[in-house]
């Protein structure tokens, strides 16, 4: 083929025919360069800045209205406020129908808020990215050995039960939202409706299960008269009393049988009553009728001769120790095969403890109690706790006080679960022999045995207790039906980067004032639960992050404050209303490919002020005594935290510590229970992280991947050890745990 002359220079290299060519192509290259440096000066400043401003905008709702003119050539009408208003309120059934849709969403806005994705690229698949609510992982906790627990006082064995995976639905009410504070003010306010259904298939199977779990309603504290107490302290107390009462009674009624021994017992004692009276302070009839022998029960066979017609399974046992003077002088631990334990008259350490032992009580504070103890009408427990206040506080020195309450915890608590013929007698449904018995009440009143659904409130359920008629329930799955309403910042005007979804209401409260007891001492707090701040009060504030957002650097045109190492960000947790502070530990993390700003947990907003009562007029703060990692919530979980106090306490799953945190350095509440990992799903293999970590990427600061941990305990009061004679130490006993889990992709 025969080339162009002006190319082939006749054969001639070209600069040699025309050095004009050396100079066009300089010209060219210059041209070239020219509009290389031109483009790039465009990108950095056009087309960076429309991308940059793009991410910007998206991630705020300015107003409600704005649905034209707003586009971006990146990210397009993601930048609309009236859009991404619109999409704000759609319902997550109908986010998954619009994700589950093979057509692509109208706007942007609506793309993101459904999750949509293009089946055809790499990750998108259908329905497994189509979520039905934000996905929440619910662990129970079954315990294993209430038997041993409740007579000897054993360590507490939970199992941990494989997750029911659930999903949290929202339907935020349009009606609802305050329209002209979102554009006038920059405040989103709204009521919204929340329900948990499944997350995938149905696991209906697992919420039917059965655990046995610590009865949060009588482990409860209540103000009565003035003074806390415990409710099951107050119920071991009282019905040690009433059965001794029946057993006074029961023994003056035998003895009327048998005139010989009743007259011996006159003679002796001066009457029945006194000699009952006698026993339970120095063990005078049973060391008279048996040589010494101080146990009720050791001297059983010997009442059967004189009343052939006694049930000896009516008496107490000796490890309950069910008088004063038994368990003074250690009867539990000192008593033989046959329960006998007897006095030494030739034993100067004996002799010397029953001085010790008499010397405990005066004379007239003998009579009171034993007046007490026969005269109360036990039925009727509120009088009766009433009238047991009166005597501890009025009439008893402060020694004989604790003197007679340690005797009466010991003997109620290993009553209540171990002497049926007491046990029974108040709660006739754990009578096995009983047409009334009940198997959910096999470890009344300390535990009880629900399903899973009853204990998370999922669909509303509950469990019915027969004693107090109550529904006991944590509730944490309860279905929420126009619940009150909640404030978030969303516009991009709000200083300090508040607009990325900051909260001023939660749950109808800018604050809650049950977090401080100067707070809830106030007249305001006892009418409707508000109060004002001041130096002794400080309530808890709904305030900080929503998680969905950190502030970003939106390349040096937002903030680099966050996006470096050990950067702290405040997060608010509703479910506990109180703020978590995480911190920034590594920043471009490469994740699946992204470069993400790795946040993990540092400390959680415990209530330790004013612990050693340095702090001029205040309380002291409600966690200085929680025990490690633990967070009280008695107060803000209780129905009327005027008159009462639920145990409850928040902690990381399994008790893990954050090293550093504020928690005051008390009992580490993991020591004092063995838990027994799940099986059975792939979140229970392998090494396990029950930590709070999210990821988010730096430039816009959105959330892309993140998990939010949280473990509900309820704390276990000390109970008899019937091997000891002692108490036991205090616990927490999980209940269960969630896995609140997003993440952006994939």
Known sequence: MKQAAWYTCGGRCPPKCNPWVYFILAIVCLVFAIVAIVFAILSKTLFEAQLIDGVNKARFIDNTFQTTDCSNMFVGDATCSGLAYQAWLVNSADARDICLSSSTPATKPLESASGWCDTSKDGCVKPDVCLR????????????????????????????????????????????????????????????????VFADKDETNLLQQKVIVPHVGLLSTVTQAGQQLNTMETLQMLGLCGTYQQLANLVITLAKTAPSIEGIINRTFGDTRSAMKAQYFDAGLTRFLGNQEINVEAIGPQLKIVVPQLDLSMLP??????????????????????????????????????????????????DLIFNFIMNTNFSDTTSAATQLILLQKGSLSPSEAAAWI???????????????????????????????????????????????????????????????????????????????????????????????????????????????????????????????????????????????????????????????????????????????????????????????????????????ENCDGSEGNGSPGIDCDSPRGTFNLGYFSSPDPTTTRVPVFASLPHFTLVAGSSSRENYHPGDRVSIVSCTGDAECEGTRDFTVEIYTEPISGALLNGQQRLQLNIAFPPTANGETGGMTEELLMPAFWLNKHQTAFG
């Open 133 to 196: 609510g934000v996905p929440h992982d619910f662990y129970a906790f079954n315990v294993t050995n209430p038997a041993e627990v409740l007579k000897n006082g054993a360590k507490p064995v939970v199992q941990e039960l494989r997750p029911v995976h659930a999903a949290q639905t929202q339907e935020r009410i349009e009606a609802s939202v305050d329209v002209d504070k979102w554009n006038n003010e920059g405040i989103a306010h709204w009521n919204e409706t929340n329900t948990f």
């Open 317 to 366: 046992p000796s490890s309950m120790a069910i008088d004063y003077f038994a368990y003074a002088f250690g009867c539990v631990a000192k008593q033989d095969a046959n329960h006998s334990c007897k006095f030494n008259p030739d034993s100067q350490a004996d002799v010397d403890l029953e001085k010790k032992i008499n010397g405990t009580f005066s004379v007239t504070s003998k």
């Open 406 to 608: 340690a005797q009466l915890n010991y003997a109620g608590s290993y009553g209540l679960a171990n002497y049926d013929t007491m046990r029974n007698t108040l709660f006739p449904y754990t009578n096995k022999s009983s047409p009334a018995y009940d198997p959910d009440y096999e470890f009344y009143p300390r535990f009880i045995r629900m399903t899973v659904g009853q204990m998370l409130g999922w669909d509303n359920q509950a469990f019915r207790d027969r004693f107090t008629g109550l529904p006991i329930t944590l509730g944490f799955a309860k279905p929420v039906t126009n619940g009150a309403p909640t404030e978030q910042y969303r516009s991009s005007k709000i200083p300090d980067w508040k607009g990325l979804d900051y909260f001023k209401m939660y749950n109808g409260q800018t604050q809650n004032c049950a977090f401080d007891r100067d707070c809830m001492a106030q007249d305001s707090f006892k009418k409707d639960r508000t109060c004002t701040a001041n130096a002794a009060c400080t309530p808890n504030y709904a305030a900080g992050w929503d998680a969905k957002f950190i502030p970003g650097t939106l390349n040096g045109k937002g903030t680099d404050e966050y996006h470096k190492v050990n950067a702290e960000a405040r997060l608010f947790v509703g479910q506990i209303f109180s703020a978590a502070t995480l911190k920034n530990v590594e920043i471009d993390f490469d994740w699946r490919g992204v470069k993400v700003d790795r946040w993990t947990l540092a400390d959680i907003d415990f209530r330790t």
